[in-house]
């Protein structure tokens, strides 16, 4: 059964760092693209960032450009979020995703969850002084 675990959450004060781990099992990292989403009470799953099969084009929300990567390792079938310089908006629960398909490209409108069939169970960041 494919399974996506979260870890590195947690409460930190604006301005700092948090770096988000997904270990995936029972399923192959490297031959998806593969995403982290947020979401906040009330509101929808919207796409963050996401890293295609390549590695060589992502896909960026603008408010975190320039703050927040992301990065795979195959080898350990894991991709990470480097989230700095965090805001109080970035206060929200982040999952990994991959989508229903191989062939999902890093571009809109695919970044829409409708597209993403795998998930997480979330980890809670909270930005907050």
């Known amino acids: 059964q494919v399974r996506f675990v979260e870890s590195g959450g947690g409460l930190v004060q604006p301005g700092g760092s948090l770096r988000l781990s997904c270990e995936a099992s029972?399923?192959?990292?490297?031959?998806?693209?593969m995403g982290w989403f947020r979401q906040v009470p009330g509101k929808a799953r919207e796409g963050v960032l996401c890293?295609?099969?390549?590695?060589?084009?992502?896909y960026y929300m603008d408010s975190v450009k320039g703050r927040f990567t992301i990065s795979r390792d195959n080898a350990m079938n894991r991709v990470y979020l480097q989230m700095n310089s965090l805001k109080p908006e970035d206060t929200a629960v982040y999952y990994c995703?991959?989508?229903?398909?191989?062939?999902?490209?890093?571009?809109?409108?695919?970044?829409?969850?409708?597209?993403?069939?795998?998930w997480g169970q979330g980890t809670q960041v909270t930005v907050s002084s």
């Open positions: 890293i295609d099969r390549s590695d060589g084009v992502t």
């Open positions: 995703g991959a989508p229903k398909f191989k062939r999902l490209v890093c571009s809109p409108p695919y970044i829409d969850s409708y597209y993403w069939g795998y």
């Open positions: 029972e399923f192959t990292v490297g031959n998806y693209a």
